[in-house]
C-alpha cells in the first residue's frame, strides 16, 4: 500500500564515495521527503520536495543534496561520503491536499554505513 | 517555531497492562497524527485527530486529542508484545504545513 521504494536497502561502502540513495513512488504525489534517523531516535527532516523543481531543505542541516526531475523520483545524493553520515534515510510521500492535512507514506529505508 | 514534545522517551510495559503516552506542542495544532515503528521497520501513519477535544479508537488504541488542539494522547491497553515499537505524534500548525513529529515513545512489553 505504501508504493513508495527505495534502494538500496543497506549499502555499506568507503569514506569519500560518492553515493546517491534512490527514491520512487507510483501514485503521482506532489510532496516527498527525506528524513535521517539514527536507530531507536527521532526523525529528522533534511530535504523536501513540493513538486517537480522544487527542493528545500529541512530542519536538520545536512551535507546530502536532492532533485525533482521527475514527479516519481527523488534522489539524495551524498557528493563525499564521511562515518558520520552513517544513519538511516527514509523517504515518504504524501498528497498534497489544501482540504486537510494528509498522512505521510514511507519507504522501507536505506540503512547506509560508511566505513 | 513549532515544537512537537513527547514524554515518556521510553516506556517499559508488563504485558497485560496499560499505558500512556503524551504529545503536547508549544502552538495550536491544526491536526495531529500517530505512527508506529517497529523495531528494524519504517514508521506506519496510524490515525489522524482533526476536531478539538475528538477521540478515536482502534481496538485497543485510544487517540485523543485536547480541547486546546496543543496536545495529545494515546492510551493502550491489555498490552501485548505486538505493541512493541517507537510511537510518533506529528502535529501541522496548518492543514498545508509542515509536519513535525515529536522524539517519539519507544515501547518495551515484557512478557
Known amino acids: 500500500e505504501a508504493d513508495i521504494y527505495q534502494t538500496p536497502r543497506y549499502l555499506v561502502i568507503g569514506t569519500g564515495k560518492k553515493i546517491t540513495l534512490e527514491c520512487s513512488q507510483t501514485?503521482?504525489?506532489?510532496?516527498m521527503y527525506w528524513y535521517q534517523q539514527d536507530p531507536g531516535m527521532e526523525l529528522h527532516l533534511i530535504h523536501y520536495s513540493y513538486g517537480v523543481n522544487s527542493t528545500e531543505k529541512g530542519d536538520l542541516s545536512s551535507e546530502s543534496t536532492v532533485s525533482r526531475i521527475r514527479t516519481e523520483h527523488f534522489p539524495l545524493t551524498l557528493e563525499s561520503a564521511r562515518p558520520s553520515h552513517t544513519s538511516q534515510y527514509l523517504c515518504a510521500r504524501e498528497l498534497d491536499s489544501r482540504s486537510t492535512g494528509q498522512p505521510q507514506h514511507f519507504g522501507d529505508g536505506t540503512r547506509l554505513s560508511i566505513l | 517555531g513549532q515544537q512537537v514534545m513527547q514524554i515518556p522517551q521510553y516506556q517499559h510495559v508488563q504485558e497485560g497492562e496499560d499505558f500512556t503516552t503524551y504529545c503536547n506542542s508549544s502552538?495550536?495544532?491544526?491536526?495531529i497524527q500517530w505512527y508506529k515503528q517497529r523495531p528494524g521497520g519504517h514508521p506506519v501513519f496510524l490515525i489522524q485527530l482533526v476536531k478539538s477535544g475528538e477521540v478515536k479508537k482502534q481496538k485497543r488504541l485510544t487517540f485523543q486529542f485536547g480541547e486546546a488542539k496543543k496536545n495529545s494522547s494515546l492510551h493502550i491497553t491489555a498490552t501485548q508484545t505486538t505493541d512493541v515499537g517507537t510511537y510518533f505524534c506529528?502535529?501541522?500548525?496548518?492543514?498545508?504545513?509542515?509536519?513535525?513529529f515529536g522524539a517519539g515513545t519507544q515501547v518495551v512489553v515484557t512478557p
Open positions: 502552538t495550536t495544532l491544526s491536526n
Open positions: 501514485m503521482g504525489h506532489d510532496k
Open positions: 506529528a502535529g501541522r500548525t496548518d492543514s498545508w504545513g509542515k509536519l513535525q
